[in-house]
């Protein structure tokens, strides 16, 4: 699709608006959305791993499992398999494939499909492959371990007895999309297995397909004309990369746009009187923290990471500019899920802060860059934490780049400090234990993993094998418990300061309905908005 279309249609909203002179209204079978979309750096499933990524993943590509965005708390249900059973041993998974899902290509949705999405993904080893690699599969064992014997019946073969809720969970994360096997083997570059034409492309069997991106400025989805499912009423949606709350605000009062995703609470304050708008509340997953490269020696000291911790002002932080919208939370769990940890171990302490850096190695708190995304609410926080660093006497440098330009440096382990945000992979408490608190390889040799803790250089062996005993507990009281033994540890003698958890509140026209952002669990989902 030509750079033209997108800013045809755009200019279709321009028109609309001039014909209404109290304000615009996109029209009814289009959605518009503005959002920050600059960490886009992909659409393949087996490469995504980032937020906005995910949202496109979501409603281009179908799961084997996967949620219903109307009944979030359900749990996983059938999607492109209608079934499912497990063996005795528990290390055999079958699934029998639906019928009626078929690619925007026009190609059947089979099992052969979903063999080969799992196994490439595998095989690729990309950033998000740990979510599958974590059960045994490499890509030395992938054609005996993920096998479709038939076009209906799809059998996973384990490494060890999980509990079948983990596994399930895990496959509706992003790299859980089943991708056209044909369409993306015609566009293969060097036994790509066509990657490289996937991180612009989609082929999937979800509701839209994409037409046209222009990174870190748009993303245009219409339907897919293939799609099993019921029609979405939304037959085109168009995400615009706005990135300051003002202008979303504006173009929302004004009609322009449908749903503003990134308000401040200033601009969500000042939307409270405004006719033919509304704001929508919901808790999510998403944690902000920041972290230390442990390979700076004095990051690596436990006294200078207690001291930057009681010299972050969290409460200050989040009864202003962060009012309403991030509530602290200080353990790597977002509370909803299975062990999360309430308790809140740090508080702003100067005196304190003051003490544990003058009893660390380190006590004149050499140059420390801060490494942040170019957004509102992370540069308030990293301005907050470089005053109250400053405070205790640190030299502190903001590093600002774009989501793509920060999360390659911190992928590289070239930050001093990053700041950001994580948002869980799926509803099982490991998703955020397997990466803040498990690096079974530390080495550099060990590549840009999805894993928090390689990011950061942080050996913990010890820790790791915590991790691993609680994944295999079949009991729910006791894995519960483990988890919050796991985060008090985690807490102590991390390099991680986890500050807050997200309550995302997105601005949308009144007419609008059905807007879910995803909750704790997954991505938004277009497909059901009605307006």
């Not at 590509?61 to 996983?76: I, R, S, T």
């Not at 992938?142 to 096998?147: A, F, G, K």
């Not at 962060?322 to 308790?343: I, M, N």
């Not at 774009?402 to 992979?425: F, K, M, N, S, V």
């Amino acid at each position: 699709m030509k750079t033209s279309f997108v800013a045809a249609a755009v200019a279709s909203l321009l028109t609309v608006g001039l014909a209404a002179p109290s304000f615009a209204e996109t029209p009814p079978n289009m959605l518009v959305i503005a959002n920050r979309i600059d960490d886009i750096k992909t659409f393949d499933p087996a490469e995504s791993f980032e937020f906005a990524g995910a949202d496109v993943s979501r409603n281009v590509y179908e799961k084997l499992v996967n949620f219903d965005p109307l009944d979030l708390d359900a749990g996983y249900q059938p999607q492109l398999a209608e079934s499912w059973s497990i063996s005795e041993d528990g290390m055999t998974i079958t699934f029998t494939m639906a019928d009626g899902h078929v690619f925007a290509s026009g190609n059947p949705v089979t099992a052969k499909d979903a063999e080969f999405s799992l196994r490439r993904a595998v095989t690729l080893n990309k950033t998000p492959s740990f979510i599958l690699t974590q059960f045994g599969f490499t890509p030395e064992n992938v054609e005996q371990t993920i096998v479709a014997p038939d076009d209906k019946t799809l059998v996973l073969t384990l490494d060890k007895p999980y509990a079948l809720s983990f596994v399930l969970n895990c496959l509706t994360a992003t790299i859980g999309g089943i991708v056209d096997m044909e369409t993306a083997m015609a566009n293969e570059v060097d036994g790509d297995m066509g990657n490289a034409w996937l991180r612009t492309n989609t082929a999937g069997s979800g509701p839209y397909k994409v037409v046209d991106w222009k990174p870190s400025e748009s993303v245009l989805m219409d339907l897919n004309p293939n799609y099993g499912g019921d029609a979405p009423a939304m037959e085109r949606v168009i995400v615009q990369h706005i990135q300051e709350s003002a202008t979303q605000r504006l173009q929302l009062e004004r009609g322009d746009i449908d749903v503003a995703r990134n308000l401040s609470p200033e601009d969500v304050a000042g939307l409270a009187d405004v006719d033919g708008v509304k704001v929508i509340d919901e808790l999510r997953g998403r944690l902000m923290y920041f972290s230390a490269n442990q390979k700076n020696e004095m990051l690596s000291d436990p006294k200078v990471l207690e001291a930057l911790k009681l010299a972050t002002d969290y409460e200050g932080m989040s009864g202003s500019f962060l009012k309403g919208q991030y509530t602290v939370h200080q353990a790597f769990l977002p509370l909803t899920f299975l062990g999360a940890l309430e308790e809140k171990p740090f508080s702003y302490d100067m005196d304190a802060a003051k003490a544990a850096l003058a009893a660390s190695g380190h006590p004149d708190c050499g140059p420390i860059k801060i490494s942040v995304r170019d957004a509102q609410e992370r540069l308030d926080i990293a301005q907050s934490l470089q005053n109250t660093w400053g405070q205790l006497g640190c030299d502190i440098e903001l590093i600002v780049g774009t989501g793509a330009q920060t999360l390659d440096r911190y992928r590289a382990r070239e930050h001093d400090i990053y700041l950001g945000a994580w948002g869980p992979d799926y509803p099982d408490p490991n998703t955020n234990a397997g990466t803040f608190a498990f690096n079974p390889d530390n080495s550099d040799e060990a590549g840009a993993t999805g894993l928090l803790a390689w990011r950061n250089a942080w050996g913990i062996p010890e820790m790791s094998e915590k991790t691993l005993a609680a994944v295999v507990e079949n009991d729910t009281a006791t894995r519960a418990e483990m988890y919050r033994e796991l985060q008090r540890e985690h807490q102590q003698v991390s390099p991680f300061g986890v500050m807050f958890q997200q309550i995302e509140q997105n601005g949308m026209r009144s007419n609008v309905e059905n807007f879910v952002a995803g909750g704790a669990t997954t991505a938004v989902s277009y497909w059901v908005i009605t307006k």
